[in-house]
Every structure is written in structure tokens, then in C-alpha cells.
């Protein structure tokens, strides 16, 4: 019998090593598998730890102000505080309005600079 040795040119996705076995296999073992995969998990997870904590922010800083008796602000009162505009949870139109969602809280512009913040539930 003549046998010839091929050259494995796969690798382990996650140290590199050669890999030998069937062909659809990515990792070397068990242990690269589970590193390769729980490196992934945590890189999506911080993701969306980082927008969590800026939805948090915007909703704590609504809720101290209405529970100050705060009704009405500015853009630039709100960002002076570190409220983030590019972070909601969803939008909603009414009256004509458009409405800013921030959990149960929000805001909408109700004159010309002005704007008028809501909790749709008690705080």
C-alpha cells in the first residue's frame, strides 16, 4: 500500500493549531470551542451592556426630574446633564407629535425649544 501524506491546511479558529478529524471541524477541541464561542458571547454582550447603561441614564435622568415637579425643559438643560438624544426605546406619534421613549418615560417638543417630559406610569 502506498500512502501519502496530505498536507492539513486547517486550523483551529480560535490557537491555530492543526486540525485533524472530519473535515467540517473548526476547532481542535472542546476547550478552543468553548473559548472561541464565550469570547464571542461577551463581545455582544458588552455591546449591549454599553446601550443599556445610556437608556438607564436617560431614564433616571427623567425620572429625578419629574419627580422634582420638572415638566418643562430645554435640549441643552438635558445634555448639560449628560442626557444622550441618540438613545430611546422607541418612538410613538401623537397629536401630531412626535413622541420620545425612553422605557415609560419620555419627552416631546412642545414649543419651539422647549420640551415637555411624561411618564406614562407612576414614578
Known sequence: MNYQIQENDRHCQECGLNIFGRSDKKF????????????????????????????????????????????????????AQGFNFDYFTHLKSENGSNVVCCYETGYFEEQKGTLKLFASGPI
Open 28 to 79: 481542535c477541541g472542546d476547550q478552543c470551542r468553548a473559548s472561541f464561542h464565550n469570547r464571542l458571547y461577551r463581545q455582544n454582550a458588552e455591546s449591549v451592556r454599553r446601550v443599556n447603561r445610556v437608556l438607564k441614564r436617560n431614564r433616571s435622568l427623567l425620572v429625578r426630574l419629574l419627580s422634582q415637579g420638572v415638566r418643562l425643559t430645554t435640549r441643552e438643560n438635558l445634555e
